[in-house]
């Protein structure tokens, strides 16, 4: 065998490395229906915690057979909705404290605005009909909110030595929210791995970028 014959074997052997590793990648990056279900390990693998996806995905029988990354992000949608909304009793609970005690509150009022926003984003793209539409507007909102928030923190802003044991609960539900929203999104940016304009007018407010209206002076 010449060496022309065996370089055009390895060519041919090397572009079928590339189809079924294409293939492979296929499985969990597209979003329309794929001929197996979705590889959750290679999904999760993408996420910043892998084995926590792995352990929320895995409790719900429906996404081991997903065949399109839809069901998996709709899955997520609930999960958000469900912290929001279980959030909420808590902040209403917090102000009527806050009232009461004349006092003041930075870090639950920071908490508060937070998750505010991430039930409000919920609340314009969960219902919108166009599925593509939905995911993107679930991005664009996903990419504003960690930008801001991965150098804004309310832990970092508060003194934490001042919060009331309600709002260091608050703060915990914020951060169990926190990591849905971190998986979601990375799942989510293989659908649309565009990066979102800020001057973008369809895109969602940005979060404020520090404690203007918050009242930091713990004093009472």
Known sequence: MDSSTLGSMFLLLALMFVVVAAKDDAD???????????????????????????????????????????????????????????????????????????????????????????????AA???TVDINDKFIKMDHFLQRFFRVNSYYKCEDKCPITSASVDEITL??????????????????????????????PEAPPLPPTDLTGYNTDTSS
């Open 28 to 122: 969990w990056r597209t979003c329309t229906q794929a001929d197996v279900p979705i590889d959750l390990q290679a999904l999760c693998s993408q996420t910043e915690d892998s084995k926590a996806c792995m352990k929320f995905l895995s409790a719900f029988p429906e996404s081991r057979a997903a065949r399109s990354l839809q069901p998996l992000l709709e899955l997520y949608i609930k999960d958000m909705a469900n912290k929001t909304e279980e959030a909420k009793p808590l902040i209403a609970l917090l102000y009527k404290k806050q009232e009461v005690r004349k006092s003041h509150m930075c870090l639950g009022d920071c908490l508060a605005t937070k998750i505010n926003d991430v039930s409000k984003a919920l």
């Open 125 to 127: 793209f969960s219902t």
């Open 171 to 200: 703060a915990d539900k914020f951060q169990a929210l926190w990591n849905v929203l971190e998986q979601a999104g990375r799942i989510d940016a293989h659908m649309f791995p565009t990066e979102v304009d800020d001057d973008d």
